[in-house]
């Protein structure tokens, strides 16, 4: 089975004039296509930059990142447009909803700027409200629903183009416990149910006790590797429990 994403010594270096900072210190690893992935590290440990060049919104300043077979590294601006457009989701903290659009209308978003056509951009968006539970209120607006509602849209709208990667940045930093939970089991659903391929950035050792494997950056390199296998969701959290203990520095309150 060929790796849906391939990072290969990866560097991302920031500032000149002998001011440089390597934000990202030559990273390698893969991703196999229905993974869910975690990486976590504390703050400036180099997740967001990672996260944001695997997303082709940021460059890297060497090595490569190939995504589905495809290398990313080399493309220009109106190629990675169109190539994020086809090929990724996205799922941020702040949910990114249009407050002038109904939850439906926000999730129809993603398929709109890929052309679809308008009866099979419907279905699509009623299978993926129907996977995270929110058909009922779909002709509601956002700012009439609650957080935990309004992300589980979030996620409806980057899982309805049927995207080959799905990349979630802190998806559960602005939720309460109870929302938190409900948004990761619903990840781990659609996961283990319909092989959606997840990378998730996080802080939070909950969270992360969700992923089948987990990255852990220090200083912009890999600091440790944990895999779940057969461990219970509880081991696990334990596990990277003990992993954030030896890495220090600022991570979020631990639910």
Same mark, same amino acid.
């Given at each position: 089975?060929?790796?849906?994403?391939q990072?290969?010594?990866?560097?991302?270096?920031?500032?000149?004039?002998?001011?440089?900072?390597?934000?990202?210190?030559?990273?390698?690893?893969?991703?196999?296509?229905?993974?869910?992935?975690?990486?976590?590290?504390?703050?400036?440990?180099?997740?967001?930059?990672?996260?944001?060049m695997?997303?082709?919104?940021?460059?890297?300043?060497?090595?490569?990142?190939?995504?589905?077979?495809?290398?990313?590294?080399?493309?220009?601006?109106?190629?990675?447009?169109?190539?994020?457009?086809?090929?990724?989701?996205?799922?941020?903290?702040?949910?990114n909803?249009?407050?002038?659009?109904?939850?439906?209308?926000?999730i129809?978003?993603?398929?709109?700027?890929?052309?679809?056509? /308008?009866?099979?951009?419907?279905?699509?968006v009623?299978?993926?409200? &129907?996977?995270?539970?929110i058909? @009922? %209120? *779909? $002709?509601?607006?956002?700012?009439?629903?609650?957080?935990?509602?309004?992300?589980?849209?979030?996620?409806?709208?980057?899982?309805?183009?049927?995207p080959?990667?799905?990349?979630?940045?802190?998806?559960?930093?602005?939720?309460?416990?109870?929302?938190?939970?409900?948004?990761?089991?619903?990840?781990?659903?659609?996961?283990?149910e319909?092989s959606?391929?997840?990378?998730?950035?996080?802080?939070?050792?909950?969270?992360?006790?969700?992923?089948?494997?987990?990255?852990?950056?220090?200083?912009? /390199?890999?600091?440790?590797?944990?895999?779940?296998?057969?461990?219970? &969701?509880?081991?696990?959290f334990? @596990? %990277? *429990? $003990?992993?954030?203990?030896?890495?220090?520095?600022?991570?979020?309150?631990?639910?």
């Amino acid at each position: 089975m060929e790796p849906i994403l391939q990072l290969e010594r990866v560097e991302k270096y920031y500032g000149g004039r002998g001011h440089i900072t390597k934000a990202v210190d030559d990273i390698s690893f893969s991703v196999d296509p229905g993974e869910f992935l975690g990486i976590m590290g504390p703050s400036g440990s180099g997740k967001t930059t990672l996260l944001n060049m695997i997303a082709t919104i940021d460059s890297v300043s060497a090595g490569h990142i190939s995504i589905d077979g495809l290398e990313i590294t080399e493309r220009t601006e109106d190629e990675l447009s169109d190539f994020r457009k086809q090929n990724l989701g996205f799922i941020f903290q702040n949910y990114n909803l249009l407050d002038t659009l109904t939850l439906g209308e926000n999730i129809s978003l993603s398929l709109t700027i890929r052309d679809i056509p /308008r009866k099979k951009a419907k279905q699509a968006v009623l299978s993926a409200a &129907r996977q995270l539970g929110i058909e @009922e %209120i *779909l $002709d509601k607006y956002p700012y009439e629903v609650s957080g935990g509602q309004q992300q589980r849209c979030a996620c409806a709208r980057a899982l309805a183009a049927n995207p080959k990667l799905i990349l979630a940045d802190e998806p559960t930093g602005a939720l309460d416990s109870k929302n938190a939970r409900m948004l990761l089991e619903q990840f781990l659903f659609i996961n283990q149910e319909y092989s959606t391929t997840l990378l998730m950035v996080t802080h939070d050792a909950f969270s992360a006790s969700y992923c089948g494997r987990i990255l852990f950056l220090k200083d912009g /390199r890999i600091f440790n590797e944990l895999i779940r296998g057969e461990k219970t &969701r509880r081991q696990f959290f334990q @596990e %990277i *429990l $003990d992993v954030m203990s030896l890495l220090g520095g600022n991570f979020s309150d631990v639910r």
